[in-house]
């Protein structure tokens, strides 16, 4: 069964951090001291070469303002960076190299000859990586990063560990991507370098959208959020807005997706990111969508295309622009009555064009570059809330998260508690309707639970004869052989996942929910009033998801 998750593949920004100065003098004697001078003006021409060597893609995915490419997007710019490495960076290193052997069997220190095969390592790694040889690149980076590692130097290590975190990313660990990641974030909070923690937090953001875990990715795009406006990278700021619509669609709080969209939308206007435009007002569409404003979602729509017409082949690779126009279109048509639509589209492309992307079969979900830029059919329904949550402080309550989800997926719905005022809870009973095509898979304990004596047991009944559906029991009870037991916790308690059949239709689906619960007094007392609201699942058919911008890789 395939999972409703965001696609893997993603490309770099690149940032340029030089190496630490390697000027050492030697305190020992006899040692040539031109020879040592040499050397030092050979390595202080190491990091201009190398920032040299990846301006191509430096331009295309800068983190500067109203950046565009010098070429067209024909041209690959991680493999023209391969190619000015291998021209310039590398035989400087090489011929530099030699120098330092020199100067170490003239008894000079090795602290050089270790600082080159750094370099040598690190460009290695960038190569591979821009190859797409992740695999290969792995080993490269892991030698390159004990080598900084060693050589105390945290602002060249932290870009390694990042690296590995993409390399790992990519080749689907997302354990040790998010491992890794995590070490990047943390050393750049112990730096207290708010660009790079803005970067890394950004990139752990993508990690856990892709491992489906939307709370945590929500967190890390909102303090990326936080950590752009502080260093003011306005550029970032806005790519991490645009992207907090996704794991807040996924969580089925579609206002929070609108808000962060559309300071992300606003962000790029005012930057003059045209990439960044075209992709917020593709998401835009699809909230319009939801909502049933077909006005919207045509002028988005065509936002996007007329961006794509004046702009595409600046701030796209050729295989992106292709797929974002060919999705608008395909979006466009849709929402528009047939003899409207080709006459709308002919302002912006081509009828050929049209034509041939409607004879197209339904693509990848991914492109092969830095953006994914997904698919989307605009077979979407309005999406909501089924009734407002009581902040009364004398009701206990239950939530059960909603989600955006497609048919032929599967979904992890987060479980909350919230008791009243003085209620020590010792057991709580949860019901949920099932309704047909949505089926159970497994519930979980959150951390709260796992350090507690909580007994958690569940029970699948098949509705009436006459019925569709099922109903899942989920009882947790607080463990009474103990002397003090610990009443249950406020806030996250389980995991529940469940999947959804090809016969879960696109629209929305409400799963009806009830609980009792009783307190720890003996005998035990049933809590009132508790409430537990039901869950509204809205379901897009599965051509559709929102596009989002990039992964960031560092070097």
């Known amino acids: 069964m395939k999972r409703a998750r965001p696609p893997l593949l993603f490309r770099l920004l690149l940032l340029l951090f030089p190496l630490a100065n390697c000027s050492l003098m030697s305190a020992q004697h006899g040692i040539d001291v031109s020879l040592e001078n040499d050397l030092n003006r050979q390595i202080d021409k190491i990091a201009p070469a190398f920032d040299r060597a990846l301006r191509p893609a430096y331009l295309a995915y800068a983190l500067s303002e109203g950046s565009s490419w010098s070429t067209p997007s024909s041209e690959n710019p991680f493999l023209q960076v391969n190619r000015m490495l291998a021209k310039d960076v590398v035989p400087l290193v090489e011929s530099t190299w030699d120098l330092a052997d020199r100067y170490f069997k003239s008894g000079g220190e ?23 040889e992740y695999r290969r690149a792995v080993p490269a980076l892991k030698r390159a990063l ?24 990519q080749l689907g660990n997302l354990e040790q991507a998010l491992k890794q990641g995590q070490t990047a974030f943390r050393g750049a909070r112990l730096l207290a370098n708010d660009f790079k923690s803005a970067l890394f937090a950004y990139n752990l953001g993508w990690i856990y959208l892709n491992s489906q875990q939307f709370e945590q990715a929500a967190d890390y795009l909102n303090r990326a959020v936080d950590f752009s406006r502080q260093s003011r990278n306005r550029i970032l700021q806005a790519s991490a807005s645009i992207n907090l619509t996704i794991p807040y ?20 206007s005012q930057i003059g990111s045209f990439r960044l435009r075209a992709i917020a007002s593709y998401n835009l569409a699809i909230l319009a969508a939801m909502e049933g404003d077909a006005f919207t979602v045509r002028r988005q729509l ?23 126009e060919k999705q608008a279109i395909k979006f466009l048509i849709r929402s528009q009555p047939g003899y409207r639509a080709n006459s709308i589209l002919s302002q912006y492309v081509s009828i050929e064009s049209v034509e041939q992307h409607q004879k197209d079969d339904p693509i990848a979900l991914h492109s ?52 009243s005022t003085g209620v020590r809870v010792g057991s709580l009973e949860l019901e949920i309707d099932l309704p047909h095509g949505v089926s159970f898979i497994s519930v ?38 103990r002397a003090d037991p610990e009443p249950l916790p406020e806030g996250l308690l389980l995991y529940l996942t469940v999947a959804f059949t090809e016969a879960v239709h696109p629209g929305s689906l409400i799963l009806k929910n009830r609980a009792r619960a009783q307190d720890l007094s003996a005998p035990a007392q049933p809590i009132q009033p508790l409430i537990f609201e039901d869950t509204r699942i809205t379901v897009l058919d599965n051509e559709s998801a929102p596009a989002m911008v990039c992964f960031y890789y560092l070097h």
């Open 302 to 324: 065509r936002t996007v295309l007329l961006l794509l017409r004046g702009y595409g082949d600046r701030v796209f690779l050729h295989s992106e622009r292709s797929l974002l």
């Open 249 to 268: 669609l996924y969580l089925g709080q579609i206002q929070q997706a609108h808000t962060h969209l559309r300071e992300g939308s606003q962000m790029a």
């Open 368 to 419: 092969h570059a830095a953006h994914m830029l997904a698919r989307f059919g605009s077979a979407v329904l309005q999406a909501g809330t089924t009734t407002g949550l009581t902040d009364d402080a004398s009701t206990s309550r239950v939530t059960l998260g909603s989600v955006l989800t497609f048919p032929d997926s599967s979904s992890t719905l987060p479980v909350h508690f919230t008791p």
């Open 110 to 132: 090795e602290t050089y000859r270790i600082r080159l095969s750094g370099w040598r390592l690190r460009i290695q790694g960038l190569q591979l990586l821009n190859l797409e």
């Open 146 to 169: 004990a080598i900084y590692r060693a050589a105390d130097d945290q602002e060249v290590a932290i870009l390694l560990s990042n690296n590995l975190a993409y390399a790992y990313f």
């Open 444 to 481: 979980e304990k959150a951390p709260p639970l796992e350090e507690l004596g909580v007994e958690l047991s569940t029970e699948i009944r098949k509705n009436k004869v006459d019925a569709e559906g099922s109903s899942l029991q989920i009882r947790l009870v607080v463990e009474e052989n």
